[in-house]
């Protein structure tokens, strides 16, 4: 099983990044995925979640209106497209997919990836 997020980087206030988590060794299609971010000194956080289908979303009222998750089952990708970024959206970014495989609950985490906000 892997998860492996890309697209993190140094942007300026105000601009954009488009994260993505690449999974594979599990059926992705069956499996809730959800970003989370640790920013330094401080305890992680949901910022964004999205159902197996991608029929559902949910985010964090920090995050809301800014960013969107959606995904690719075909790909077994899913991404996070983050826009007016702030300072305080500085963290290291990590996927997590969360589904049941031979009727046990299942978490996976990605490693992550670094977002900084600066100007």
């Known amino acids: 099983v892997q998860l492996v997020e890309s697209g993190g980087g140094l942007v300026q206030p105000g601009g954009s990044l488009r994260l993505s988590c690449a999974a594979s060794?599990?059926?992705?299609?069956?499996?809730?995925m959800t970003w989370y971010r640790q920013a330094p000194g401080k305890e992680r956080e949901l910022v964004a979640g999205?159902?197996?289908?991608?029929?559902?979303?949910n985010y964090a009222a920090s995050v809301k209106g800014r960013f969107t998750i959606s995904r690719d089952n075909a790909k077994s990708t899913v991404y996070l497209q983050m826009n007016s970024l702030k300072s305080e959206d500085t963290a290291i970014y990590s996927c997590?997919?969360?589904?049941?495989?031979?009727?046990?609950?299942?978490?996976?985490w990605g490693q992550g990836t670094q977002v900084t906000v600066s100007s």
């Open positions: 997590k997919a969360a589904g049941k495989a031979a009727g046990r609950w299942q978490n996976y």
């Open positions: 060794g599990f059926t992705f299609s069956s499996y809730g």
């Open positions: 999205i159902d197996s289908t991608g029929g559902i979303t």
